[in-house]
C-alpha cells in the first residue's frame, strides 16, 4: 500500500470511528502523548508491572490473591499461568503443569487466554490449545480448576468435539453455580476465522452446545474499524497479501448478579448484547428463537474484557479511548477512567476490596499489526481503581 492510500484510509478510519463514538463522555485523543489538555478521569492505582512477556487474563480471588495469564502469540512464554506473589509472577499450579504434554493434550497447559475465580475456593484456567490463533489441538482445549486451599488440581473439562471447530478460539468465561448439579460455565468463542458463539458448559457431565453460533450478536461487525492512538488499528495482511483489519468475534463476557442474563460483546464491534441464560441452556429453545431473543444494548465503545459487580452494573473496557466505562442498572453509562495508561485494557476483575482490577496491555503495538515491528514499550500493567462494589455472586 504506498503511503497516500495508507494515510487516507487512516483518515478514513478515525472519522468511521470518531463518528460512531457519539455516546462517550468526553473529547478524546488516544495518542498519550499528544494530549496535553486531556482530562483524567478516576483515581488509578498500579497493582504490578510486567517486563517480560504480554498477560491478557487476571482474576482476584475472595481472599484477594491475584493470578494472570500469558497465551503463547509469539513472547516468550515459560508459564502460561502465573500467581502475583511477593513481588513476582510464580507458574501457577507448578511449573510442570505449565509445560504441554504432546501425548496428552488434557494434562499440560498449552496457550491459556483467561483465569477465572469463581468465588467457590477455585481458580479456573482456559486453555485454547490454540497458541497464535492456530486450530485447537485435538483433545487440548479444557478448563481446568485448581482448589485455592491445596493449590492442587480438582478438574478437568475438555471441551467435546461437538463444540470445537477448526476455527475455535475459547476466549473468556463466567460461572454459575446456581443451576445444574455442579453449575454452569459460559464461554465466549472469539474466533477470527469462523463463526463465534457462546459454549455452554454443565460441569458434571462436562455436556456442552454452542449457542449463536454465527449470530450477528457473536459476530464480527463489518463495518467496524478500530481506531487506537489516532490510527486504524489491528491491521494485518490478508491471504492476498492486502491490509485488512483483524476481526475478532464474541469475546467479553459478564453474568448479572442474579445468574439470570449473560452479556456478552465482539472484540470488533462497538455494541453490548444481552441474553437470557434459561434460554441459553434449555435445549428446547432453537437458534431462531435464541437470536430473537438477544438484546443489543447498543453502544458502549470498543471492548476486550467485560466484568459485572453486586449491584448490577456492568464493566467494559473502551481501548480506543484509553478508558472503562460503567452500564448502570438503569442503563446509563457513565466513564470511571480515562488515562493515557490505560492502553489497551483487556481483562477486568472485581477483587474482594471494592476495586475493579484490568491489565493494560498495548496489544495492539504487536508486531503483527505493523509489518513485523514490535512498537510494545514494557512494562505492561497491571491496574486498578476504586469502584465500592463486590463481585457479581455465583451462587
Not at 478521569?41 to 491478557?56: C, K, N, S, W
Not at 457431565?205 to 489516532?230: C, I, N, Q, Y
Not at 470498543?302 to 448490577?312: C, F, H, I, M, T
Request: hydrophobic share 40%.
Amino acid at each position: 500500500m504506498s503511503m497516500k492510500k495508507h494515510l487516507a484510509w487512516s483518515a478514513l478510519a478515525l472519522s468511521v470511528a470518531l463518528a460512531s463514538q457519539t455516546t462517550f463522555a468526553a473529547s478524546v485523543s488516544a495518542m498519550p502523548g499528544n494530549a496535553p489538555a486531556e482530562k483524567t478521569i478516576g483515581q488509578l492505582e498500579q497493582v504490578f508491572t510486567f517486563h517480560d512477556a504480554m498477560p491478557t487474563g487476571v482474576t482476584v480471588t475472595e481472599t484477594g490473591r491475584i493470578f494472570v495469564n500469558y497465551p503463547r502469540w509469539g513472547d516468550d512464554v515459560p508459564f502460561t499461568v502465573g500467581e502475583i506473589r511477593d513481588g513476582k509472577v510464580v507458574a501457577y499450579p507448578d511449573a510442570a503443569f505449565n509445560r504441554e504434554d504432546p501425548k496428552a493434550p488434557a494434562k499440560g497447559l498449552i496457550s491459556v487466554q483467561s483465569v477465572v475465580a469463581d468465588g467457590q475456593g477455585r481458580v479456573w484456567l482456559l486453555d485454547t490449545a490454540a497458541p497464535n490463533f492456530a486450530a485447537p489441538k485435538a483433545g487440548g482445549a479444557k478448563l481446568v480448576a485448581v482448589d485455592l486451599a491445596s493449590n492442587k488440581i480438582v478438574k478437568t473439562l475438555v471441551f467435546p468435539a461437538n463444540v470445537i471447530l477448526p476455527s475455535t478460539y475459547v476466549n473468556d468465561m463466567r460461572f454459575d453455580f446456581r443451576t445444574g448439579k455442579e453449575g454452569t460455565v459460559y464461554v465466549t468463542d472469539s474466533s477470527v476465522s469462523g463463526p463465534g458463539a457462546i459454549i455452554v458448559m454443565d460441569i458434571a457431565s462436562g455436556k456442552a452446545t454452542r449457542r449463536l453460533s454465527g449470530a450477528k450478536s457473536t459476530s464480527v461487525d463489518p463495518d467496524f474499524v478500530p481506531v487506537v492512538e489516532g490510527q486504524a488499528a489491528l491491521i494485518t495482511k490478508g491471504p492476498d497479501g492486502k491490509a485488512k483489519t483483524l476481526g475478532v468475534a464474541s469475546d467479553g463476557i459478564a453474568l448479572s448478579a442474579d445468574g439470570k442474563i449473560l452479556y456478552f460483546c465482539p472484540l470488533s464491534s462497538r455494541h453490548l448484547y444481552s441474553v437470557p441464560t434459561a434460554l441459553l441452556r434449555d435445549p428446547n429453545v432453537g437458534e431462531a428463537q435464541l437470536a430473537a431473543a438477544v438484546k443489543d444494548l447498543g453502544e458502549k465503545g470498543a471492548s476486550d474484557g467485560l466484568e459485572a459487580d453486586a449491584n448490577g452494573a456492568v464493566y467494559a473496557g473502551d481501548y480506543e479511548h484509553n478508558g472503562i466505562r460503567k452500564r448502570l442498572a438503569d442503563g446509563s453509562w457513565q466513564t470511571i477512567v480515562h488515562d493515557p495508561r490505560v492502553l489497551w485494557p483487556d481483562t477486568l476483575s472485581v477483587g474482594p476490596d471494592g476495586y475493579l482490577y484490568f491489565t493494560a496491555n498495548q496489544l495492539q503495538r504487536q508486531a503483527g499489526f505493523h509489518d513485523g515491528k514490535d512498537l510494545r514499550e514494557k512494562p505492561y500493567s497491571l491496574l486498578r481503581v476504586k469502584i465500592d462494589a463486590a463481585p457479581a455472586p455465583t451462587r
